[in-house]
Every structure is written in C-alpha cells, then in structure tokens.
C-alpha cells in the first residue's frame, strides 16, 4: 500500500490509539496502519477495504468506543479519498484523517467539501502535504501536532490561532509533555504519556486493592485448592455475582444454572479460571476513569499476545503462562500509580519475571516488552527491524496482535454486560 497502488481490500492491519482530552476522558481512537514491510504508515484504499476491517474481530473494541459516542480517527490518502473510501465509516462518528502528498489538488478538495457536507469531520498533520494544500487547511475540524519530533509548538500555535479548530498532540511521551501541551492550548492527545506511572507520594493500596492481591496469590500457587479458591471468590460479592452471571449467560449454554463458586470453578476449569479471574482482578484493581480503564485493556492485550507468541515460537523455552502474567502486570504501576518496584512487592511471582516488570537492565523478557511497545506506539520500522533480530515472521506477530487486541475488547465488553465495574 503506498505504496497505495498495491493495495488489495484485504482486513486493515491495525493498532487503536486511545485520544483523551484536557480531563483525561477518552474522545476516541486514532487507527494507525503498517504496511506489508512495516516500513511506513498504510492508508485505507477503498470502501472494500473499510468495510472488510470493519467487520474483522479486531476492530471489535473501535466498534464499541463508536457505540459509546467516541469518535474514530482513520487514515486515507488521496487515492481513498478520491475513492470515497471513508464512506464506509459512521459519519457521526468519524474522522477522516487525510495523509500523503497531492497530486490533485482540485479534485481532492471537492471531495472532502462533501465529506464535511455529509456529515464528516476532517483531521490534518501540520506540515507539508495535505495542510499545505490551497483551501484544505481551511477545511480542517482537527489540527495534529507530532509532539514526538522534537519541534518547538509554538508556530504550529500561532498558525492555528484565532480558528475554530481543535488541537490534537500526538506522541506525547510523558506526563510532563501532556501537562506543557494541556497549557499550551492543545486539547487532544494521543502517546504514550497514559502509561507512565503518575506516582502519589505515600500512596498505599486500599483494602478492595489488597483483596485482590489475596485472590491472586491463591489462583497462582502451583496446584490450586479448590476450595480455598471457592472460599476466596465467595467472600467476595463482586467477583461472585460476575462468575456466575458470566457462566450463566448464552455464551455457554449450560443445560443447568450454576448455583455455587465451588460448581463454577469445576464447570470452567483451572486454566480458563485462572485466565478469566486474572483479567477480572486486574480491571478491579484499576482506579475508576478512562486512562485506567484503557491501561487495563492494554494489559490484558499484551497479555494475551505474549501468550500466543511463546505459543508459536520456542523463544528461549518461555513459558507461556509466565509470559501471560508479564503482559498482564506489566502497566500496573500506571494503573495503581506506585513505582513497579513496590508493585512487585505484592505480586505472586518468581524473582525473574519481577525483575522484567521492573525493567532492570538485561533482563532476557525485555525484547518480547518492547515488541509489544513497538505495535501500540504504531513504529513500524523498529517493529521490522525487532521482529527481524528475534527470528519471528512479521505476518504471524500481525496476527497475533489482532488476536490478542479483539480478545482483550471482547473481554472488557463481556464484563460490561455482567456488570463489571471497569
């Protein structure tokens, strides 16, 4: 793809990216595409396209955000512009984000007239490109700002200022940075500032935080007992009503209702018992909000990724279980906000896979960490480059971040829907 020409209307190989506002509510995704190489950003080509991702289970969490009335911000170039390609999009609910250079200039600029005219609104990268064409700045709803480059923002303010236009920062790495380009006048962001640790002075777990380390050491142990666990998950009514009502729901279709912790857990097995209370624990111990809510989901992504990738690939004999609970610990900091040194304090697990959560140098889990970084930050170019050094085959890392991205939403929503708190 564009590399456009190439492209064919097969499933969109994508990352979400959360975008929060001044308060720290999620306003919505922005869609970030790789190409076949991973070497540049890849752009939706036609309607086909669109409508085939759409429908593909890894788009399942965008879906959601969209029935909740979060905007989705997706890539088109001039070729799927000029296709009507971002048709295929609720228009109430998205945001065309028109990238790459122009070579018809006229043509593309009716184009997006009627795209605002039926309801669209219309996002531009400062710079070169798209936004240097005469009348399409003029037409932008949404102003981007690469806050990863290095530049200075103030033209990029001056530029926009007096416009009725919103001001959208993209790779925002740190608190810090988020806070400048909150004073600034940004009201947008997008990066990877949500997963650093916003660290309280003196901040100590809360007692339902405890609880749920307590569950954690019982599902953990070697050889669970069963009924400890059954006396564990009783004594919390939460987490009862959930297991229950989860396995009382269609999904299962269990000829009898599900009557006691005890049935539940031999009904459902050690391995998915412990995969689901995991999940449920973790979304429990985040604090209320979007940002820890979207941590959560993060970490039930790479959670699940790293799983299937020891699963296809004898990588150093990992486990795939530990790599399971690397993934899933592994923004806890963020979502308690401690330091992971004093996470790992609390958490069931061996010394080397707390040493990793904590990042200490030359820990031999750290490649597979920053893969995984390398896909929800959309580098491309260092995905390739890493995926290449640790011997994997770019399409299967593909599919398994689309895997582990649709199970984790699908997770997240499953919960909603019994009443989850998250």
């Known amino acids: 793809m564009s590399e456009t020409e190439t492209a064919s209307a097969a499933p969109f190989f994508f990352t979400k990216q959360a975008l929060f506002d001044v308060k720290r509510k999620l306003w919505g995704y922005e ?3 790789g190409s076949d190489t991973c070497a540049a950003s ?5 309607r086909e396209q669109v409508a085939d991702s759409l429908a593909s289970s890894s788009y399942i969490g965008v879906q959601h955000a969209v029935e909740r009335g979060k905007k989705v ?10 296709a009507k390609a971002p048709y295929a999009l609720p228009s109430a609910h998205g945001v065309v984000k028109a990238v790459g250079p122009v070579t018809q200039p006229e043509a593309l600029t009716a184009a997006v007239c009627q795209l605002r005219a039926d309801g669209y609104a219309l996002a531009l990268d400062a710079g070169p490109g798209m936004a240097a064409t005469p009348g399409l700045a003029e037409l932008a709803d949404v102003l981007c700002f690469d806050a990863g480059a290095g530049a200075d923002p103030r033209d990029f303010l001056d530029a926009a200022r007096g416009r009725q ?13 988020f806070e400048a380009l909150k004073a600034a006048g940004f009201t947008l962001f997008q990066g990877r500032f949500f997963k650093e640790p916003e660290i309280i002075a003196e901040r100590r777990l809360t007692s339902h935080q405890m609880s749920r380390f307590t569950l954690l050491r019982l599902i953990e142990s070697e050889d669970p007992d069963v009924d400890a666990l059954a006396e564990g998950i009783s004594a919390d009514v939460s987490v009862s009503f959930r297991l229950l009502a989860y396995l009382n729901s269609a999904a299962f279709g269990f000829p009898q209702k599900i009557q006691s912790i005890r049935q539940a857990i031999m009904m459902l097995g050690s391995i998915k018992m412990r995969n689901w209370l995991r999940a449920v624990l973790l979304a ?9 809510r979207e941590l959560a989901e993060l970490s039930l992504g790479r ?48 010394e080397t896979l707390k040493a990793a959560l904590r990042r200490e140098i ?18 491309w170019p260092r995905l390739d480059e890493l995926t290449r050094k640790l011997g994997f085959d770019l399409e299967t890392v593909k599919t398994c971040a689309s895997e582990a991205m649709a199970w984790s939403s699908a997770f997240f929503i499953t919960q909603q829907g019994v009443g989850s708190a998250s």
């Open 284 to 292: 429990d111990m985040a604090q209320h909000g979007d940002m820890p």
């Open 73 to 82: 911000v997706a890539p088109f170039d001039e070729v799927g512009l000029l």
């Open 165 to 177: 236009v919103i001001l959208l920062a993209s790779r925002v790495q740190g608190l810090e940075q």
């Open 303 to 350: 959670a699940r990724f790293l799983e299937l990738v020891a699963k296809r690939y004898d990588y150093w004999d990992f486990n795939p279980g530990s790599l399971f609970l690397l993934g899933l610990f592994s923004l806890l900091d963020a979502i308690l906000g401690m330091p992971m040194a004093k996470v790992t304090e609390h958490l069931p697990l061996e």
């Open 31 to 33: 869609i970030q595409g």
């Open 42 to 46: 890849a752009c939706f080509a036609d």
């Open 362 to 379: 030359q820990s031999e889990y750290e490649p597979l960490l920053d893969l995984v970084s390398c896909i929800e930050d959309a580098d």
